[in-house]
Every structure is written in C-alpha cells, then in structure tokens.
C-alpha cells in the first residue's frame, strides 16, 4: 500500500494541456495577387457561369451564397437560367414578386409578327429576331434598377451589395437586379459598447442579418461565411467569418476543428461557446472578445482575425484577443490618433488602478506609511480614529457593498436603477460615514476604484479584475507591498502563459518582440498603420502602401 | 510544449540581466566599494576589462559544442562521473547563492517594513511565490523577466542620477584608492561582482537561436556592466575617505536618500515592489536551474515533479539561524572565492580540455 501510494505520488504524469501555437510563417501572397481584377466576362454557356461563381464564393463552403435554377421558354425555346444572391442580403418578397413570378407567369410572349402588304398587293409575314435580353430588361422585370452587366468583378460586386443576377444561356450579359433588403428584427444600437463618433448598429439575434451586416461593411467575396451546426438537440446555427487569402489558414482550421468538435446538447449563446473553444479553460481572464458590433467585428476581419456568429445571439465572438483588444474601444479608430492614444493610456492606468487601489491603500496605512505625506497620514489615521473595525473589514464591506449595487442595478428593471443609485449613494456612502462604519477616505478610495473599472472597455475583463481586486485587498493587507508583489508575480505569470488561439495574452510585450506598433498599446495615426499584426501571421502583412494619401505626393 | 520551450534573445538578456540586479540590489556594489574604497572607479574599470576578456574566451569555448552546456560539456570530456561532480558542486553552489539572497533580502524586508512579523513568514511568502512560478515553468518565468527588467533599469537608473547630486570630489579622491596593491592586486578578486559568467556557461542549450549566443552574452554582460557601475558610482556618493565607512550597504538602502518633493516622500516604496518581484524571478530561475541540473544528472522526465522538493530544500537553508555579519562572510569571502574558482579556474580548464579533446578526436576522424 505505502509502496502503491509512493508510485502514484511520484510517478510520471504525462502533461494533458492541449497547446496550439500559430505558425511563424504563414503561405504570404503577393500583393498583386491579391488586389488582381477580375477582368473574365460573362460566359455563353451558363454552366461555365455557375462554375465559374461556384468557385468564387467557395460555394462548397460558404453558406450564405444561394443560387437557384430554373428554365425560361420564350418563343418555343427553352434557356436554363440560374439566379444567384446573398441570403440576407435580398429581399424574398422583391424576388418572389418582382423577379421569379414575372418570370414564371407573365412570361406569354407569342411570335412577334408583322404583316406587311408589299406593293404588287402581295402580303408577306416579316418574323423580327427575337432579342431575349432586350425584352426580360425592358418589358418583364418591373424593379427600379436592372442593369446589364457583362464583367463578372462588377457582376460579384453587385451580388455583394445586396442585387440579384440573372444569368441566362447563350446571353453574354448577366442582368443585375436590385433586391435590397434585410431581414430580422430592427437593427438597433449596440447596448453594452456605446461609442460617440462611430456607427450605431449593433447585432441582432438572426445569424443571417448579422452576416449580411458583414457583407454590407466588407464588399468582397473574400469574405467567406463557413455554417455548422453545434447541439445535438439545439442545432445552432454557427458561422465562422473570415476572409480568405488573408486570415491565417492555420487559425482558421484551429477554430474549426474546436467547434465542430464540440459535443453538447444544446448551444444558447455566444458566451457558452466562448468558454467551450477557450484555450485556457479554467482561466478566468478573457481569452476572446466578444462584441455587438458590426463594424468592430469587420475592423478585426479585415486586420485577418475570425469571427464567430451564433443564431440567436447579438454578440459576435473574435478570436484571437491580446490585451491591448481589451483596452481598446472601437472610437479609437475614429478619433484622432491623439486623442485615441491618449484614451488608451488613460484606460492603461484606470486597469491597474481598477486592480490594485484597495491593496495599495490598505498596504500604504498598514505597513508603508512613509511613503505619503505625514499630513495626509495624520488624516487619514484621524479620519479612522473613530472607526471599531479593521481596516480589512471596512474595505471588504464597502467593496461587497458596490459590488452588490452594480449587480441590483443591472438586474432591476430600468424604472428602479435609479432607486437602487440614490439608496447605494445615501446609504453605504453618506449614513457610513455618519455611523462611523468606515471613514470618508475609503468612501473615496472604493468610488475610484469603481469608475477606474467602467473604464475598462471590455466587460469581461472588468469582471476578471473586479474578482482580482479582493485577492490583493487581503494580501496587501497581511503583507503588505511583499504580499502585492507575490500576487502580481503570480498573476504576471499565469497571464503571460496564458494563450488565445497561440497567441500569447500579453502580446507584443510578453514575450518581448519585434512588434509593429499598431499592434500596441500606441496607434500610429492612420495614415502609418502600414502592417497587419504580426503576431496573426496573416498572409497579407500589409495594410496600406508605405504612401497611402497618393494625394500628397501628386501635389509634390 | 513547457519542456520543448527556447528563450528568444530578448529573453535571455532580460534574464541574465535580472540575475545581476538581485546581487545590485542587494551588496554586491558595497563589498567593492568596501575593499578597494575610493579606488573603485580604477578598479571597475580593471574587472570590467579582465572579466570581459575572459567572457569572450569562454563563449568562443563553448560556441564550438552545439547545444551543449558546462554540464553537457563534461559528461563529454569525462563521462558520467565528471558529469556528476560538476552537477553537484552546481547544485551547490545554486542552493548556496539563493539561500543566502533569499535570507539577506528577507533580512532587509524584515528590518525596514515587517519588524513584527517573523522572518520564516517573509521567507514563506517567497517560496510560495517560486513554486508556483516553476510549476508555470520558464516560459512564463523569462516572460516575466522581459516585463520587469526594463522597469528595474529604470529604477537603478534614477537612483544613480538622483544620487549623483552627492557625489563630490572627496568621494573619488585619491582616485587610486587607498594603495596601489589593494586597488589593482586584491582588487582584482572584485571580479567575482560580473559573476552572472556563470550562467553563460548554462544558457546555450536554452536559447530559441543559439547562432546568437555570443551576441546574448555580449549584450547582456555590457548592460549588466553598465549597472554595476552605475551602482557602485551611486554608493562611492556616501562614500567618506576619512572614516573609511559606508553607512548603507544595499543600493535598495540607498534608494532611500531620494528625495522627491512633499508627495512621495520614499520612493524606495515604490522601487520595493518591482524589485520584491526581480527576486521572485530571480528565484524562481535559480530552482529552475538547480531543477535543470537534477532532471540531467538523474535522467527525470519532467523535473516539474521535483520543484517541491526543490523549494523545500531552499526553505530549509534559508532558515538556518545566521546572524548579518555571518552572511556578509558568506557572500563577502565564501561565495566571492568560489565564483572565482568556478569562472577562471574550473569552467575555463574544463572548457579547455573538451576542446582539446574535441580537435584530438575530429582530427583522427580525419586520418
């Protein structure tokens, strides 16, 4: 038995962490090759069409991209036709209505033939030749806009922005349809991550609207939309956005082979997904970032990251985040790269002093006094004098205290949020201080701490750094400085191994490397945001020529 | 994947560097101001040269054995037996080094801040600390290492320039110190203060791009250089000829004569925090490498499973009653002798014979 134990205590575990690095090379194209126009023209045979679009849309792979096939017969002869669109992006009704029932039903046209009596009194019937083109466009299709269109990289941006296109044999143009529309509930604004100068379009609960959202920011058939299916009871509709010939291929067959291999019963949310396909999945920092909006979710598609869609869920998920995603607000690309830099930092600050306020002041009047000034200690130790409970006792409770009003009042309906405010600031701030339950000092020190962490743009990191708070509330309380640095240290060092689909947390200063430094936490001004992040390895590093206001340089 | 991980090249600067600053903080700079007194400037100088020289011997020594440390090295020159010897007078002289950091900077935390608390407490806190740090493992660890350096230079660096208000003429004259034996003869044995050529001897195998092994230890030996100096330029500044005595003996002490206006009235407070954790990590890298040196001599697997143990032993040592003058004569006279037995004597005849035996071999491959 001793034995037996002894084995089991000292034997070889196998280390089980599942790790996944990305690659340090990715497949780069060239510049050229990515920026190719398209410059193929409509086919006669319709076959090579959808063929030739099939392979465009990565129809194989890409859900949202619908064709659909049907024969015309006019005059006794038969052409097979297709019409493709982007599901989401079309309005049903405009198509059933206005283009397939025109097409279907009022499609009677008989011989034209004119009878002509020729001046020997001989009358002849004249057949004119049948122009298909020229009577689907100017007397069947009744929409507003149909536009004939014989190359294919206007034809794709068309279907793109939300037209439906007609190919029909032996026709050499394709006849472009406004289709417009989107589906769903009214697109509103984003609830959780408000911004001021930036769109006010948030995501809704149908995955179609919100890849349609996509499509209408990012006009390009790179964008590629792959659909699964999570749940074996739910069956939620799942897509992975990302743009092909850029997104790293190894990210994106990471992500996928994470999420079809996730065997559940049901899948409800963005969040449960979230901390199935985590790579760290006891760590409680956040390790993907998760967002309502769709013109951050595009910003990081286009910079070569994937995004996650979930039917019936308003929060996107993009992967992988570092913490600089978290400290930044999707305004940062808007406003002025001062004014943006300047907001980071200020957020920078508002983490550590979300984290370590409450542990510092209780550390600083415990055991390093000397660091402040002897005037406000006197204060402070004044403003204690009063007080029957330790300093650990008065800071844990004015800590619960706020906690527990930032939680009423999200679960109260809004009429009462206001109530709950008035009765947190009445009563746990002003009636303490009069009750000489804790001191005003640590009235202010608890309100710092609390707006210090509403300014941490992501809510999950904010969660992970007010549960961090107490831990280094008591160890500064026990030891001290001594007791704060044994938890950073930790802390430091279970976030720096700590990975987001083989990107380190603390990338690009843990590790240290040559980081390109829009990847930091300083942004360039837009005009120098020349490279993708390097640490995405994507296949297309650049953003931007090394001159992109060409303007400037014409009037040199 | 912790097992398979190499250092990049800024990691292994920022660690070697780190190594360095712990003894900075501690009273390396004072036991050469100490010795050679006023002389100092001249003697940094000297060691500078020798101890750069020698570096510059050893790297070209070792870069000719791929992937192979001092220990990796002996096995080679004379088997296992060799192999072992070396391996425990490592482990030995790791224990030695950290029990004695460990103690010395639980010594100071323990007089300035936590005079109430027991010394075993701090010590606990710095074992915990360490444990946990290797079973993250040297990933993490170097990571760390590239985040807190930085900062510390900055740190060493205002010290230096705020100090240097206090350096005057009679802190640097006679500038050949107090006699020409002791400031270039038995000064010389200050070298022992570049000892972080010890672990150069280690690092090789550790590095992601070991090509640039000699480019790592140039750059860090410089920059550490540069630290000692500053250091030692900042103690000279309380340095009086007369009384021929220093009234602080840490650079952590001497942070405290910083005045920085009525706010913050010690910024040594400050500077606590940062190199409280330099000595995590520093910590943390000497039980990994004494846990490096088991897993090779005993052949384990996974020389996570050993970090306990590791710790424990620390723990222990660390707790053997010394009183401050009893550690002064450790680190003053014990560990200055033997950084200087292992850097010029054992690790360059060692270094030496695997090469000559290499050339002996390489040759006869080619008849």
């Given at each position: 038995m001793i034995k037996e134990l002894f084995n089991k205590m000292f034997e070889y575990k196998e280390n089980q962490t599942y790790s996944f690095i990305l690659p340090e090379s990715s497949n780069n194209i060239s510049e050229n090759q990515f920026n190719k126009k398209d410059s193929t023209t409509v086919f006669s045979k319709i076959e090579e069409n959808k063929k030739y679009l099939q392979i465009k849309y990565n129809m194989l792979i890409n859900s949202d991209i619908k064709i659909r096939e049907f024969n015309l017969t006019f005059k006794a002869k038969t052409y097979p036709a297709f019409l493709i669109y982007i599901d989401g992006m079309v309005n049903d009704e405009s198509i059933n209505n206005y283009v397939l029932k025109p097409l279907f039903l009022r499609n009677n046209i008989k011989m034209q033939e004119n009878t002509k009596k020729f001046q020997n009194k001989t009358t002849k019937k004249i057949?004119?030749?049948?122009?298909?083109?020229?009577?689907?466009h100017s007397s069947l299709i009744p929409q507003n806009t149909v536009l004939k269109e014989n190359n294919f990289s206007k034809i794709v941006s068309y279907i793109n922005s939300g037209f439906c296109v007609l190919f029909i044999e032996s026709i050499k143009n394709a006849l472009c349809i406004e289709a417009k529309g989107f589906k769903g509930r009214n697109v509103d604004k984003p609830v959780t991550e408000s911004v001021v100068k930036g769109a006010h379009e948030g995501f809704v609960e149908n995955i179609r609207t919100n890849t349609s959202m996509l499509r209408k920011i990012i006009n390009t058939e790179k964008l590629i939309i792959e659909e699964t299916e999570v749940g074996v009871l739910s069956k939620t509709k799942v897509a992975i956005c990302y743009i092909k010939d850029l997104t790293n291929d190894d990210l994106v067959s990471e992500c996928k082979y994470r999420i079809n291999n996730l065997k559940l019963d049901y899948l409800i949310s963005?969040?449960?997904?979230?901390?199935?396909?985590?790579?760290?999945?006891?760590?409680?920092?956040?390790?993907?970032?998760?967002?309502?909006?769709?013109?951050?979710?595009?910003?990081?598609?286009?910079?070569?990251?994937?995004?996650?869609?979930?039917?019936?869920?308003?929060?996107?998920?993009?992967?992988?985040?570092?913490?600089?995603d978290f400290l930044s607000s999707p305004e940062d690309f808007n406003l002025d790269y001062n004014y943006a830099n300047f907001l980071r930092f200020l957020r920078f600050i508002a983490l550590f002093c979300a984290l370590l306020t409450p542990g510092i002041y209780i550390a600083i009047t415990t055991y390093h006094f000397e660091i402040i000034p002897s005037e406000l200690l006197f204060t402070i130790i004044a403003a204690r004098e009063a007080i029957p409970f330790p300093i650990l006792f008065e800071i844990i409770t004015m800590e619960i205290s706020f906690e527990l009003i930032q939680e009423a009042s999200i679960r109260v309906p809004s009429s009462f949020s206001t109530t709950v405010g008035i009765?947190?600031?009445?009563?746990?701030?002003?009636?303490?201080?009069?009750?000489?339950?804790?001191?005003?000092?640590l009235i202010i020190i608890v309100a710092f701490t609390g707006i210090s962490a509403f300014a941490i743009p992501d809510n999950s990191l904010r969660f992970a750094i007010r549960m961090f708070r107490f831990m280094y509330t008591i160890l500064g309380y026990f030891a001290g400085f001594l007791g704060i640095a044994l938890g950073f240290f930790i802390h430091l060092l279970t976030l720096s191994s700590q990975y987001s689909f083989g990107v380190p947390f603390f990338t690009p200063y843990m590790p240290f490397d040559n980081f390109t430094k829009n990847e930091s936490l300083y942004i360039n001004p837009v005009w120098k945001r020349e490279k993708r992040n390097k640490f995405l390895n994507t296949k297309k590093p650049n953003i931007e020529p090394h001159i992109s206001m060409t303007w400037r340089k014409d009037q040199k | 994947m912790e097992n398979s991980y190499k250092?990049?090249?800024?990691?292994?600067?920022?660690?070697?560097?780190?190594?360095?600053?712990?003894?900075?903080?501690?009273?390396?700079?004072?036991?050469?101001?100490?010795?050679?007194?006023?002389?100092?400037?001249?003697?940094?100088?000297?060691?500078?040269?020798?101890?750069?020289i020698v570096l510059l011997i050893i790297v070209n020594l070792i870069d000719k054995f791929e992937s192979m440390d001092l220990l990796d090295i002996s096995g080679y020159l004379g088997g296992p037996i060799l192999k072992n010897i070396i391996g425990f007078f490592n482990i030995i002289f790791f224990y030695l080094v950290s029990s004695i950091t460990l103690v010395d900077f639980c010594n100071v935390l323990h007089n300035i801040y936590f005079s109430d608390f027991s010394i075993i407490y701090i010590v606990l806190f710095f074992i915990i600390g360490i444990s946990i740090a290797n079973f993250i493992g040297i990933e993490s660890i170097s990571h760390h290492a590239t985040f807190i350096v930085p900062l510390i230079i900055v740190?060493?660096?205002?010290?230096?320039?705020?100090?240097?208000?206090?350096?005057?003429?009679?802190?640097?004259?006679?500038?050949?110190?107090?006699d020409y034996y002791t400031t270039f003869v038995k000064g010389l044995s200050n070298a022992f203060s570049m000892y972080i050529i010890v672990y150069i001897y280690?690092?090789?195998?550790?590095?992601?791009?070991?090509?640039?092994?000699?480019?790592?230890?140039?750059i860090s030996y410089i920059i550490s250089y540069i630290l000692l100096a500053s250091t030692v330029i900042s103690m000279l500044s309380l340095f009086e000829s007369n009384s021929n005595n220093i009234p602080i003996n840490s650079l952590f002490l001497l942070s405290r004569q910083i005045e920085l206006g009525d706010f913050l009235k010690r910024i040594d407070s400050i500077f606590i925090l940062l190199w409280i954790s330099a000595s995590f990590s520093y910590l943390s890298l000497i039980i990994f490498a004494i846990n490096r040196t088991i897993k090779k001599l005993f052949n384990i697997s996974n020389e996570k499973m050993i970090t306990f143990s590791s710790c424990s032993t620390l723990f222990g040592l660390s707790l053997i009653p010394l009183n401050v003058s009893q550690i002064q004569f450790i680190e003053n006279t014990i560990y200055r002798y033997i950084v200087l037995a292992f850097i010029f004597i054992i690790g360059i005849v060692l270094l030496i014979l695997a090469n000559m035996k290499r050339r002996r071999l390489l040759n006869e491959k080619k008849i």
């Amino acid at each position: 038995m001793i034995k037996e134990l002894f084995n089991k205590m000292f034997e070889y575990k196998e280390n089980q962490t599942y790790s996944f690095i990305l690659p340090e090379s990715s497949n780069n194209i060239s510049e050229n090759q990515f920026n190719k126009k398209d410059s193929t023209t409509v086919f006669s045979k319709i076959e090579e069409n959808k063929k030739y679009l099939q392979i465009k849309y990565n129809m194989l792979i890409n859900s949202d991209i619908k064709i659909r096939e049907f024969n015309l017969t006019f005059k006794a002869k038969t052409y097979p036709a297709f019409l493709i669109y982007i599901d989401g992006m079309v309005n049903d009704e405009s198509i059933n209505n206005y283009v397939l029932k025109p097409l279907f039903l009022r499609n009677n046209i008989k011989m034209q033939e004119n009878t002509k009596k020729f001046q020997n009194k001989t009358t002849k019937k004249i057949y004119y030749k049948f122009d298909v083109e020229n009577y689907l466009h100017s007397s069947l299709i009744p929409q507003n806009t149909v536009l004939k269109e014989n190359n294919f990289s206007k034809i794709v941006s068309y279907i793109n922005s939300g037209f439906c296109v007609l190919f029909i044999e032996s026709i050499k143009n394709a006849l472009c349809i406004e289709a417009k529309g989107f589906k769903g509930r009214n697109v509103d604004k984003p609830v959780t991550e408000s911004v001021v100068k930036g769109a006010h379009e948030g995501f809704v609960e149908n995955i179609r609207t919100n890849t349609s959202m996509l499509r209408k920011i990012i006009n390009t058939e790179k964008l590629i939309i792959e659909e699964t299916e999570v749940g074996v009871l739910s069956k939620t509709k799942v897509a992975i956005c990302y743009i092909k010939d850029l997104t790293n291929d190894d990210l994106v067959s990471e992500c996928k082979y994470r999420i079809n291999n996730l065997k559940l019963d049901y899948l409800i949310s963005s969040g449960q997904l979230e901390q199935f396909i985590k790579d760290n999945a006891k760590g409680p920092f956040p390790q993907t970032i998760s967002t309502e909006r769709p013109d951050k979710a595009s910003n990081y598609l286009l910079l070569g990251r994937i995004v996650v869609l979930i039917n019936s869920s308003p929060f996107a998920i993009i992967l992988p985040a570092t913490l600089v995603d978290f400290l930044s607000s999707p305004e940062d690309f808007n406003l002025d790269y001062n004014y943006a830099n300047f907001l980071r930092f200020l957020r920078f600050i508002a983490l550590f002093c979300a984290l370590l306020t409450p542990g510092i002041y209780i550390a600083i009047t415990t055991y390093h006094f000397e660091i402040i000034p002897s005037e406000l200690l006197f204060t402070i130790i004044a403003a204690r004098e009063a007080i029957p409970f330790p300093i650990l006792f008065e800071i844990i409770t004015m800590e619960i205290s706020f906690e527990l009003i930032q939680e009423a009042s999200i679960r109260v309906p809004s009429s009462f949020s206001t109530t709950v405010g008035i009765i947190g600031a009445l009563i746990l701030g002003d009636a303490a201080v009069s009750a000489n339950i804790v001191s005003p000092i640590l009235i202010i020190i608890v309100a710092f701490t609390g707006i210090s962490a509403f300014a941490i743009p992501d809510n999950s990191l904010r969660f992970a750094i007010r549960m961090f708070r107490f831990m280094y509330t008591i160890l500064g309380y026990f030891a001290g400085f001594l007791g704060i640095a044994l938890g950073f240290f930790i802390h430091l060092l279970t976030l720096s191994s700590q990975y987001s689909f083989g990107v380190p947390f603390f990338t690009p200063y843990m590790p240290f490397d040559n980081f390109t430094k829009n990847e930091s936490l300083y942004i360039n001004p837009v005009w120098k945001r020349e490279k993708r992040n390097k640490f995405l390895n994507t296949k297309k590093p650049n953003i931007e020529p090394h001159i992109s206001m060409t303007w400037r340089k014409d009037q040199k | 994947m912790e097992n398979s991980y190499k250092i990049k090249n800024g990691e292994a600067i920022c660690l070697i560097i780190l190594l360095m600053i712990n003894k900075l903080i501690l009273n390396v700079p004072y036991y050469i101001v100490e010795l050679v007194g006023n002389g100092a400037i001249i003697n940094i100088l000297i060691i500078g040269i020798v101890d750069f020289i020698v570096l510059l011997i050893i790297v070209n020594l070792i870069d000719k054995f791929e992937s192979m440390d001092l220990l990796d090295i002996s096995g080679y020159l004379g088997g296992p037996i060799l192999k072992n010897i070396i391996g425990f007078f490592n482990i030995i002289f790791f224990y030695l080094v950290s029990s004695i950091t460990l103690v010395d900077f639980c010594n100071v935390l323990h007089n300035i801040y936590f005079s109430d608390f027991s010394i075993i407490y701090i010590v606990l806190f710095f074992i915990i600390g360490i444990s946990i740090a290797n079973f993250i493992g040297i990933e993490s660890i170097s990571h760390h290492a590239t985040f807190i350096v930085p900062l510390i230079i900055v740190s060493i660096f205002i010290t230096f320039f705020f100090t240097l208000k206090n350096l005057s003429i009679e802190n640097i004259t006679p500038i050949f110190g107090k006699d020409y034996y002791t400031t270039f003869v038995k000064g010389l044995s200050n070298a022992f203060s570049m000892y972080i050529i010890v672990y150069i001897y280690y690092v090789k195998p550790l590095l992601k791009n070991q090509e640039d092994f000699k480019k790592i230890s140039i750059i860090s030996y410089i920059i550490s250089y540069i630290l000692l100096a500053s250091t030692v330029i900042s103690m000279l500044s309380l340095f009086e000829s007369n009384s021929n005595n220093i009234p602080i003996n840490s650079l952590f002490l001497l942070s405290r004569q910083i005045e920085l206006g009525d706010f913050l009235k010690r910024i040594d407070s400050i500077f606590i925090l940062l190199w409280i954790s330099a000595s995590f990590s520093y910590l943390s890298l000497i039980i990994f490498a004494i846990n490096r040196t088991i897993k090779k001599l005993f052949n384990i697997s996974n020389e996570k499973m050993i970090t306990f143990s590791s710790c424990s032993t620390l723990f222990g040592l660390s707790l053997i009653p010394l009183n401050v003058s009893q550690i002064q004569f450790i680190e003053n006279t014990i560990y200055r002798y033997i950084v200087l037995a292992f850097i010029f004597i054992i690790g360059i005849v060692l270094l030496i014979l695997a090469n000559m035996k290499r050339r002996r071999l390489l040759n006869e491959k080619k008849i």
